[in-house]
């Protein structure tokens, strides 16, 4: 059964944690050059892989016990908490994209998996993800908010990023993130005292 909590609170944390990110940066590249809906078909496929593999390994974690879960979460979204709040704006910088010589739907969605599956490979949100499959122990419900957080980031970066990046400001953004992840780490840690 799906938790509409877990799903949404999955989902606002990792929207927020992945649109400061470089990905949201190389969709917007993607989408300027390509047509958008066969960038999101590549990005879709790759994120939905990502939380695959990462609620697989947070439904491994919580095998251990309960207490020593919660503390691991809660050093780990304290951890992300503070990558958040060191990055500098931009510090992902814009990786230069090649233009393939065609425009059909198997090489532009393949170049926006391939970027995707590379670039997120051990990023913040998929341990963000695996963090909340343990915490939560509903694989499905973390998995549809992580995917639908992770694409609906995609699809902003494809059409509107630049958009949203010119009326809300990207150190907001990765302020109010940090702020989710501060407070989850500390519950979590603070479950795993109270026991």
Known sequence: MISFTVTALVFG???LAELPDKTALAGLV?????????????AAAAFALHVALAV?????LTLLPQQLVHALTGVLFLGGAAVLLMTRDGADGGAEVRKPENQSFWK????????????????????????????????????????????AVAGLGIVGG????????LRLITKVAALLMLGLGVWSLWEAVAG
């Open 13 to 15: 944390v990792v929207f």
């Open 30 to 42: 993607l989408g300027t050059r390509y047509r958008a809906s066969y960038v999101f078909a590549g």
């Open 56 to 60: 697989a390994a947070g439904s491994v």
């Open 108 to 151: 532009v969605s393949g170049a926006g998996f391939m970027l995707i599956l590379v670039a997120e490979f051990g990023d913040l949100t998929q341990i963000m993800t695996a963090n909340l499959a343990a915490r939560y122990d509903d694989p499905l419900s973390v998995g549809l908010g992580a995917v639908l957080a992770l694409w």
């Open 162 to 169: 630049k958009a949203l990046m010119k009326r809300v400001p």
